[in-house]
């Protein structure tokens, strides 16, 4: 096969790719900024109790902790910031959460979400520009 033919199908494939994702047809592989932001909130506890255990061997999840708590730390003045450690760190319900707040669930999601894209900015800036264009 000549290289003509080669680059030319490699184009195509790649364009192809490229649509049926801007499509909603094909998923992208990786997961989204938010569900990562998502996944190290929800094991924010485990990572926590790993460095307790033995700090001495834990310097990526020190590190790890450190970009966290720093990540958290832009956040913490606003009003629905203890959304993210109730739902994340003490594992409640939306349920609870909203009664805590007086308030209904509707708005417990929609600032848990809003939070969660506000931390996800800081902490995967790279795949949140990404997925702006894919």
Same mark, same amino acid.
Do not use: C
């Given at each position: ?31 989204? /900024? ?12 485990? +990572?926590?109790? /790993? ?19 720093? /990540? ?7 009003? +629905? ?16 959460? /909203? ?36």
């Amino acid at each position: 096969m000549s290289d003509d033919i080669k680059n030319l199908i490699n184009e195509v494939t790649t364009q192809t790719v490229v649509k049926l994702k801007k499509s909603g047809l094909m998923k992208n592989s990786s997961k989204s /900024a938010y569900k990562k932001t998502e996944d190290i909130l929800k094991n924010y506890n485990s +990572y926590k109790k /790993a460095y307790m255990n033995d700090p001495d061997n834990t310097i990526k999840t020190k590190k790890l902790l450190n970009i966290i708590d720093s /990540a958290l730390e832009t956040i913490e003045q606003d009003q +629905y910031y203890s959304i993210i450690e109730m739902f994340y760190f003490e594992r409640r319900t939306r349920s609870e959460i /909203a009664e805590f707040y007086d308030v209904d669930e509707k708005t417990i999601s929609r600032n848990k979400k809003r939070l969660i894209n506000d931390l996800k900015i800081i902490l995967f800036s790279d795949n949140t520009i990404e997925e702006l264009f894919m």
